[in-house]
């Protein structure tokens, strides 16, 4: 993290993109900094209404959108890879959110969870 940051030196040696990307698209299909040349995926997810005030005012990706109310809170989607950092942000909001769609992601939450659950045992 930057917090973490004791010195910042310049280096003779540039960073190059590989031919065809730009930063533009490096990280269009991700959250978080670690790119990807996986396919997103379009992945709804349920925010109970408190909640989804937070989600509406910070998106987690530019792709979200929010389809509407449901039950006691809103449907959101989003187009982008399931990567370890869009888990940790869906882990981040507990029993706030909920993932919806599609099964294969739901099912790797649900992994995911039942490993934590799993460590306090």
Same mark, same amino acid.
């Given at each position: =993290?930057?917090?973490?940051?004791? *010195?910042v030196e310049r280096l003779a040696e540039q960073f190059k993109?590989? *031919?065809?990307?730009?930063?533009d698209n490096m990280?269009?299909?991700?959250?978080?900094?670690?790119e990807s040349e996986a396919e997103p995926v379009v992945?709804?997810?349920?925010s109970e209404e408190y909640h989804a005030h937070f989600v509406r005012s910070v998106p987690l990706h530019a792709s979200q959108q929010?389809?509407?109310?449901? =039950? *006691?809170?809103?449907?959101?989607?989003?187009s982008v890879v399931p990567n370890y950092e869009f888990f940790q942000t869906m882990l981040m909001m507990g029993d706030k959110v909920r993932i919806v769609s599609?099964?294969?992601?739901?099912?790797?939450m649900k992994a995911l969870i039942a490993g934590m659950l799993a460590s306090y045992r």
């Amino acid at each position: =993290g930057l917090e973490r940051m004791v *010195k910042v030196e310049r280096l003779a040696e540039q960073f190059k993109l590989r *031919k065809g990307e730009s930063h533009d698209n490096m990280f269009a299909n991700v959250i978080g900094l670690f790119e990807s040349e996986a396919e997103p995926v379009v992945i709804r997810f349920w925010s109970e209404e408190y909640h989804a005030h937070f989600v509406r005012s910070v998106p987690l990706h530019a792709s979200q959108q929010e389809l509407g109310k449901e =039950g *006691k809170g809103a449907l959101f989607e989003l187009s982008v890879v399931p990567n370890y950092e869009f888990f940790q942000t869906m882990l981040m909001m507990g029993d706030k959110v909920r993932i919806v769609s599609p099964e294969h992601v739901r099912t790797e939450m649900k992994a995911l969870i039942a490993g934590m659950l799993a460590s306090y045992r």
